[in-house]
């Protein structure tokens, strides 16, 4: 009888116990760090086309927060010295550790005429700016936030 007793007061004080998890939660994502740019590495030219080519690469961020994420949907766009390159949008599961370096696999699509018109230059260089602006959807035990993306570096990118 005791324990019928206390499992009706736990099912009595249970929404408050998960409500005030599920705050806990959340205040605690406000403080979630930004997650930092690294390196774009293994460029590859999947398919080529007159309109529209594709270009496969593996994108390097780093994770400051003390726990690991989960990266559900990525979307973004990516500039070579201020010209739109491409577009990259993806529904994928990618575990993201904490307090490491972690690859994300992307796939964007080249528009050829504004890459012919106005990258074709900052393909050829050295050096180019290569900066990405978009979000990310990430997050721990199925509770997902929408995270801005925008980081510019200088790498050497090299496609031929």
Do not use: W
């Not at 080529?48 to 559900?72: D, I, Q, R, W």
């Amino acid at each position: 009888m005791v324990g019928y007793n206390f499992d009706k007061k736990m099912n009595r004080y249970s929404p408050i116990l998960l409500s005030v998890l599920v705050s806990i939660f959340f205040v605690s994502c406000n403080s979630v760090k930004d997650l930092e740019f690294k390196q774009i590495k293994n460029v590859r030219l999947e398919k080529l086309g007159f309109a529209k080519s594709t270009l496969s690469a593996e994108v390097v961020y780093y994770n400051p927060n003390n726990f690991s994420l989960e990266l559900s949907q990525s979307e973004f766009d990516i500039y070579i010295n201020n010209n739109l390159l491409g577009h990259s949008s993806q529904q994928t599961q990618v575990k993201i550790p904490n307090r490491k370096a972690f690859s994300l696999p992307i796939q964007f699509e080249l528009d050829m005429k504004n890459l012919i018109k106005n990258g074709i230059n900052g393909l050829i260089q050295k050096e180019v700016e290569i900066r990405t602006v978009g979000k990310i959807k990430a997050g721990k035990a199925g509770i997902f936030k929408i995270l801005p993306l925008d980081f510019t570096t200088k790498q050497q990118l090299s496609l031929f």
